[in-house]
C-alpha cells in the first residue's frame, strides 16, 4: 500500500510495487489453503465453511475496484485512496 501511495504521490519507481504484488501472489494462496483446515474443526459443515473462507479472500479485491471507481468518477485522488488503505491496514 505505500509503495503505490509513493508511486501515486509522484514517484517514477514501481519496483516496491513488483515486490509487493509478488509476495502477495506468492503468499496469498499459503494463507488461504492453510485456513481451510480450521473447517475440519466443525465436519457438519465443513464444506460451508471452506465455501466462505474461499469467498472471502476472493472479495477482499473489491476494494480495488471501489479505488477505480471513486478515482475514475473524480471523487478522490489516488494518492488519498491508497493513504487511507495504508491507514487501515496499520489499524488493523
Same mark, same amino acid.
Given at each position: 500500500?505505500?509503495? $503505490?501511495?509513493?508511486?501515486?504521490?509522484? @514517484?517514477e519507481s514501481l519496483v516496491p510495487?513488483? !515486490?509487493?504484488?509478488?509476495?502477495?501472489?506468492? %503468499? @496469498?494462496?499459503?494463507?488461504?489453503?492453510?485456513?481451510?483446515? $480450521?473447517?475440519?474443526? =466443525?465436519?457438519?459443515? #465443513? @464444506?460451508?465453511? !471452506?465455501?466462505?473462507?474461499?469467498?472471502? =479472500? *476472493?472479495? @477482499?479485491?473489491? !476494494?480495488?475496484?471501489?479505488f477505480y471507481s471513486l478515482t *475514475?468518477? %473524480? #471523487?478522490? *485522488?489516488?494518492?488519498t485512496c491508497w493513504l487511507g488503505?495504508?491507514?487501515?491496514?496499520?489499524?488493523?
Amino acid at each position: 500500500a505505500l509503495a $503505490m501511495y509513493a508511486h501515486a504521490a509522484g @514517484g517514477e519507481s514501481l519496483v516496491p510495487a513488483y !515486490i509487493g504484488f509478488f509476495l502477495l501472489g506468492f %503468499g @496469498g494462496p499459503g494463507v488461504q489453503k492453510a485456513t481451510f483446515h $480450521m473447517a475440519h474443526l =466443525f465436519p457438519s459443515a #465443513s @464444506g460451508s465453511l !471452506i465455501a466462505a473462507s474461499t469467498a472471502l =479472500f *476472493d472479495g @477482499g479485491s473489491v !476494494i480495488f475496484a471501489l479505488f477505480y471507481s471513486l478515482t *475514475d468518477a %473524480g #471523487s478522490l *485522488d489516488l494518492e488519498t485512496c491508497w493513504l487511507g488503505y495504508a491507514g487501515a491496514v496499520l489499524l488493523v
